[in-house]
């Protein structure tokens, strides 16, 4: 099992970055792919972006190719989502989640495990 804990949200004025980590706690961290999620209100969970066991596949949904970015780094159990040019539509609870499959997923039932998630407010 893995233990996932997200920190680095806040309140951002539009076009602003932020920086969100997911900390890892458990065994065989670099066993798992990585995935991002994020939801708003009165809205479903949405994919925001994945990154395979070895940091070698990366990929981003839509709504943030070209302004996200994930990383993830092994030796400190730890996954990133680079938030740049961000806008009031991005704000949502985010939230980090593993699983062991070889090839991550964009579906939120793809993911074993979640973290509590972290609040991001784009004031525009």
């Known amino acids: 099992q893995v233990q996932l804990v997200e920190s680095g949200g806040g309140l951002v004025q539009a076009g602003g970055s932020l920086r969100l980590s997911c900390a890892a706690s458990?065994?065989?961290?670099?066993?798992?792919?990585m995935g991002w999620f994020r939801q708003a209100p009165g809205k479903e969970r949405e994919f925001v972006c994945f990154?395979?066991?070895?940091?070698?596949?990366?990929y981003c949904g839509d709504s943030a190719k070209g302004r996200f970015t994930i990383s993830r780094d092994n030796a400190k159990n730890t996954v990133y989502l680079q938030m740049n040019s961000l806008k009031p539509e991005d704000t949502a609870n985010y939230y980090c989640?593993?699983?062991?499959?070889?090839?991550?997923?964009?579906?939120?039932?793809?993911?074993?495990?979640w973290g509590q998630g972290t609040q991001v407010i784009v004031s525009s």
């Open positions: 990154i395979n066991w070895s940091g070698g596949r990366t």
């Open positions: 458990g065994r065989a961290f670099s066993m798992y792919s």
């Open positions: 989640a593993a699983d062991r499959a070889l090839v991550p997923g964009t579906e939120a039932s793809e993911y074993n495990y």
